[in-house]
């Protein structure tokens, strides 16, 4: 898996899909951004812009980014 280095901060990587339609996030991304095992992703998918898979800590705003308006509200609150 190769890693291109754009430019500060930001990067990019080849995986391939298998047969499952999975892929393995490279060790280096994983460490970058902190990935453990058994979290939860969220993929945001944009049919023009293609995927993008954020931190789970910013999921609120990440979200409230792409569709705008209120932030969802999380769990327990009204």
Do not use: C, Y
């Not at 890693?3 to 060790?27: C, F, R, Y």
């Amino acid at each position: 898996m190769a890693n291109t280095k754009l430019s500060d901060g930001k990067h990019a990587w080849t995986v391939k899909m298998g047969e499952k339609g999975q892929i393995v996030i490279p060790k280096e991304a994983r460490d970058i951004f902190g990935f453990k095992p058994g979290d939860t992703l969220i993929i945001l998918g944009d049919v023009k812009q293609g995927i993008a898979i954020p931190p789970q800590n910013m999921f609120t705003q990440v979200i409230t980014a792409v569709f705008g308006g209120n932030p969802p509200k999380e769990d327990g609150e009204e």
